[in-house]
């Protein structure tokens, strides 16, 4: 059985007291962070910038995943790169050429992961995914935490599985939006690599529901 890792999205953490969440999650089992960045263009709502990436890094050697909802990744990658973030979570749907984009950021040395909608096929962004080292399946449309998971990530999910493993890639499956124990367990048997998980964890124990997801 490999290990599935769990990314606690600090969003809906207690933000005035971001640095004890943080290391509580990172006790309690956390494998990585995910840091959702909206520009209130991309999806209408704004939350962290650069800066509070930079907080984050200080309380943390986990991994730190940055998961750009803004509307020019191209222009500002380089900035929460520099903040901090090991990955860097980019929209398929934000309107710039990925492919320059990627090949860019691979020619800086910039670790990157495509993220895609609940309504992008997956078969829309098959060709990109390879040199990816994470490919992100939204479960929810993105812009909160909170929302209930779309049953149609799954199928999605079994999808994208087969073709990376069909073609040997190295690159991790992630789902994020609406996860709980069900249907994180779901989301797992089809072939997801990496939980992200913002309200199930923050607004229940948090110990207890991390170890849980890992547990899966
Ligand atoms: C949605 C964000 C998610 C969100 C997850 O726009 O990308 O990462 O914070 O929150 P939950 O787990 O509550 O759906
Ligand atoms: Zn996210």
Redesign the pocket.
């Known amino acids: 059985d490999k290990k599935i890792e769990v990314s606690p999205?600090v969003?809906?953490g207690d933000l005035a007291n971001l640095g004890s969440q943080v290391t509580l999650c990172e006790k309690s089992g956390a494998d990585s962070f995910?840091l959702?960045v909206m520009d209130g263009h991309f999806?209408p709502n704004f939350t962290m910038g650069p800066d509070l990436i930079k907080a984050v890094r200080k309380v943390t050697e986990k991994r730190i995943d940055a998961?750009l909802?803004i509307e020019r990744p191209d222009k500002y990658y380089r900035v929460f790169h520099d903040a901090g973030s090991d990955i860097l979570l980019i929209h398929y749907e934000a309107p710039i050429s990925l492919k320059l984009l990627f090949n860019r950021m691979a020619k800086e040395n910039i670790d990157y992961g495509l993220v895609i909608n609940p309504e992008t096929p997956f078969s829309h962004v098959k060709d990109l995914v390879d040199g990816c080292k994470i490919l992100l399946i939204m479960s929810?449309h993105?812009?909160?935490?909170?929302?209930s998971f779309l049953e149609s990530s799954i199928p999605k999910i079994r999808e994208a599985r087969k073709y990376i493993d069909d073609n040997g890639i190295d690159c991790r499956i992630e789902i994020?939006?609406?996860?709980n124990y069900e249907n994180g367990k779901k989301a797992v048997e089809a072939g997801t690599d990496i939980l992200?998980?913002?309200?199930?964890i923050f607004y229940n124990n948090i110990a207890g529901s991390i170890e849980k997801l890992r547990s899966i």
Do not use: L, R
């Open positions: 999205s969003i809906s995910h959702d999806v998961h909802m929810v993105p812009g909160f935490s909170g929302q994020d939006g609406g996860i992200v998980s913002a309200s199930y």
